[in-house]
């Protein structure tokens, strides 16, 4: 989608749990883009203002701002001086401050799930708590970019890191109508080790991690793919000993008689015109997509089965840079501004 609603003056921004690993990434993203400014960023509540190069060294010099401890009272301190808010913060955080910030006028990128599904009934089985904003849930936009196809209002839901792997690969093959009706995709997929966050936990230590698979069958972003594709996955994540990055294997049935020129043609149609999207003649990798705002995509064909392998940061593509993607898009900006060639625009 092209920009909605363009305006000239700099976008004045916060962002919300920016000290964990999605939120120091937007930090990044936009400090870099022209048309944005950084002008708070907040961990939680608990924690002692600090340097945010004091929290990831590598930008000393260069991201020097304090991360402050957030209370909602910060929201009286920032109305009519913020624009936008983005939330990096865990599900149920994000579904408590988004309506408070909304109600000052701030429009609001949830990189969260807390407004990812349209069914309310779905997060107490998927996200073990029961919404308490599903008004809020009608609200939001869910912003899969590549895909999206209305404005984007005051509530924007950031996809699922898996999520945008998995719906990337397989959105042109079902929006061609080249799937048999009753296929059941199976997707399976590897996250480096940021995907669960910053915090300490014993799985995800160092001499902990190997590459295992969990969350079978009740993994919340299968209902989010369903919901995407319009139809049942089997949806299985895995645990892989790198830093970043997903890299996801999804297996489909084709329509009988579907040719390999209509599956060519879906993919090519279907991203032509999308620049963080690559179609590769070779099976990608993540190393090639780490610290890059990217998802690269791949297919292989053999009769009626298609293997498509797709890769992207899980921290960029699969969060703040598909995050800073929908803003850029929000504020009538360039929309790869902040994520490719320096924030100029290509147009
Ligand atoms: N990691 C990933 O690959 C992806 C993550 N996401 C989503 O982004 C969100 C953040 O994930 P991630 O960056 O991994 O998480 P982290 O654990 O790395 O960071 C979470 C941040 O939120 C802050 N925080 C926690 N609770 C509160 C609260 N009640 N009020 C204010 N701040 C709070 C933390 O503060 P403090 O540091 O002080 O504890 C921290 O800065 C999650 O909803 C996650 O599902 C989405 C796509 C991919
Ligand atoms: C490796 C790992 O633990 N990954 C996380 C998913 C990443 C994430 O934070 O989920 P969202 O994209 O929904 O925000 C998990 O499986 O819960």
Redesign the pocket.
Known sequence: MSSQSATSSVIRSAV????????AELCVLLARNPHFALCHA??????QPESFSSLYPRHKGQLDLLVQ??TDAEIENIRGKVDVAFL????E??EE?APKLMAAGIVVVD???AFRLKDPDLYPKYYGYAHQHPELINEAVYSLMEWLDQPLPQLIS?P??YVTAASLALLPLVKAGLLTDDNIPVISAT?GV??????AALSTSFCEVGLNAYGFFKHRHRPEIEQNLGRKVVFTPHLGNFKRGILATSVVTLKAGVTVEQVKAAFEQAYHGKPLVRLLTTSPNVADVAGTPYCDIFWQIDGEQVVVVSALD??LK??AAQAMQAANVKFGKPETAGLLGGGVCHE
């Open positions: 919300l749990g920016a000290a964990g690993y999605s939120g907040y961990a939680s509540a608990g924690r401890p957030w990096a913060l865990p599900h955080a994000s401050v990189l969260s799930g950031v699922g890191c996250s940021s995907g669960a966050g910053r915090k899980n921290l699969g969060a």
